[in-house]
């Protein structure tokens, strides 16, 4: 990484400050970019679902992990829910995705209101272990009785093809068939998932992130309180992929304590740690174990640090300077926060990060866990800050009542946000699509093969919030 000549800044720097400089470049497709990292983490894409209770759930994971990209579930997820959450994405097909399920005897309330958990648009109907049906989501305004049972609704499957369908003839399958969806079903008849035409397009483009046993990676949060090492060696005996050592203050007493603890438990598992913004406190935190450090601190958009307490720093000159000190010492870090373009993926990347963690973002997708909701704008989600007055009753809930409203008068994030589901993009898949498009092309603009190759040859430009403002499309028209 470095910067235009007299463009060196003086003072730091967010994503929106910078551009990149196109370079020379020979790579002459996004698709000869490997945009795979080298952390430790198994991810093909550089991409990490933040430990947010609102956003990092069962579907989420599985979807996610499929595509390249990891996520970590949150730390006041009980040990059980979190061992049946890990177990349920390590049983989970590698290109077929998991749809919801029914008997024919439940009613269309009950399909309607689980079809959108999943972004392909159907409940399948299995009757007596068999797919028999599919139930599509039924338009906005469409007039349908909720109270019939599926039996008499549910419509014939177009395409049923046996597990392990190679996605190309999946894909033209259905196309020949003019239909949607394909139901993958095993030996016995049994249903293994479904495959859309974009699902088997998708299959043939992403790597999934898989563990030595060919089955997909999840990681898993804990705090810095109570039995740490307990619950440590609790996630690492389900299955757990990676543990985070999780707080807003990464760069405390306790937490290198609870940091050392956990390495010292000897577990086998890649850790990180954080959140700091600074060399110090990353050095600090891979001496006490750390293999990845989470760098960010108020960044997020559910976070009211910075405006509560002027504590934090701008995330790209953050990135920069704790991968820089992580390099050093052979560790790696994520860039946790501020991300809400591709761009600001890309930039991370060029900062040295080997991932990019994101929240809210993906809060507004169909995988969230979040139940959907409707005004007259459309649709959305509600999430909130883990650090908010709503996260902190729940992680309080087994105190007494003194400690739960004491603790209640203090909070640093938002309780309830809306995120809209953008009608372009409403799956957590399309998203990745567009944030690996936009980090591909960087690549390409760069000269880059590869996301270490981006680090290295990236040219950056600091920019006025005029250029910044230059560089956004006007879908309206002038």
């Known amino acids: 990484m470095r910067f ?31 945009i795979s990292t080298h952390d430790g983490t198994g991810t093909t894409v550089p991409l990490v679902v933040a430990n947010m209770t609102a956003i990092a759930g069962k579907r989420m994971a599985e ?38 399920t029914l008997g024919p005897d439940d009613l269309m309330a009950h399909a309607q209101a689980l079809i959108p958990k999943r972004a392909h648009g159907y409940a399948v109907v299995v009757d007596d272990g068999r797919p028999a049906g599919l139930i599509p989501r039924a338009a906005e305004g469409h007039d349908i009785d909720m ?10 499957i177009p395409v049923t093809l046996p597990a392990g369908t190679a996605p190309r003839e999946v894909f033209d399958t259905l196309t020949d068939a003019n239909a949607d969806l394909a139901v993958l079903v095993n030996d016995d008849g049994s249903l293994r998932g479904v495959l859309t035409r974009v699902g088997a397009l998708r299959a043939g483009i992403y790597q999934p992130n898989v563990d030595d046993e060919n089955r997909l990676r999840v990681a898993a949060a804990v705090g810095i309180n109570g039995d740490v090492v307990g619950r440590a060696k609790a ?51 891979i001496s006490a174990g750390a293999n990845i450090v989470k760098v960010g601190v108020g960044p997020g958009a559910m976070c ?23 390099r050093e010492k052979g560790a790696s870090v994520w860039a946790d926060g501020g991300i809400r373009h591709p761009r600001d993926v890309a930039l991370a990347i060029a900062a040295g990060a080997s ?14 866990p979040g139940d959907l909701h409707h005004d007259s704008h459309g649709e959305y989600k509600v999430s909130f800050g883990m650090a908010s007055k709503r996260a902190v009753k729940a992680r309080s809930s087994a105190d007494e009542a003194y400690d739960r409203a004491r603790k209640s008068l203090f909070e640093e994030g938002i309780s309830s946000s809306r995120i809209r589901i953008d009608p372009e ?17 960087t ?31 006007l879908p309206g028209g002038w």
């Not at 463009?7 to 929106?16: S, V």
């Not at 019939?148 to 014939?156: K, V």
């Not at 993009?425 to 092309?441: K, N």
């Open 355 to 368: 991932n990019a963690m994101i929240g809210s973002w993906f809060a507004g997708t169909y995988e969230s």
């Open 235 to 285: 996630l690492a005996e389900a299955g757990a992929d990676l543990l985070v050592v999780d707080t807003a203050h990464g760069h405390q007493v306790k937490m290198l304590s609870a940091l050392e603890a956990v390495a010292g438990a000897d577990l086998g598992l890649p850790i990180a740690a954080g959140n700091v913004v600074s060399g110090d406190g990353a050095r600090d935190l």
């Open 147 to 156: 109270f019939t049972d599926l039996r008499s609704t549910m419509i014939p």
């Open 63 to 100: 979807t996610v992990a499929r595509r390249g990209g990891l996520v970590v579930l949150p730390q006041d997820v009980p040990i059980d829910a979190a061992a049946d959450t890990i177990a349920f994405v390590k049983s989970r097909d590698l290109v077929a995705d998991t749809p919801v």
């Open 443 to 473: 690549a390409t603009y760069t000269g880059a093969r590869s996301l270490e190759e981006l680090h290295d040859k990236v040219v950056l430009g600091v920019q006025s919030a005029a250029g910044f403002a230059e560089g956004r499309p």
């Open 425 to 441: 993009r409403p799956s957590v898949e399309d998203l990745i699509d567009h944030i690996c498009s936009g980090v591909r092309s």
């Open 304 to 326: 009211t640090t910075r405006m509560m307490t002027g504590v934090g720093r701008p995330q790209f000159s953050a990135v920069a300077e704790c991968a820089s000190a992580a």
């Open 4 to 34: 235009l000549e007299g463009h060196q800044p003086d003072h730091d720097l967010t994503y929106d400050d910078l551009f990149i400089v196109p370079n020379r470049s020979d790579v002459a497709s996004r698709f000869d970019v490997d």
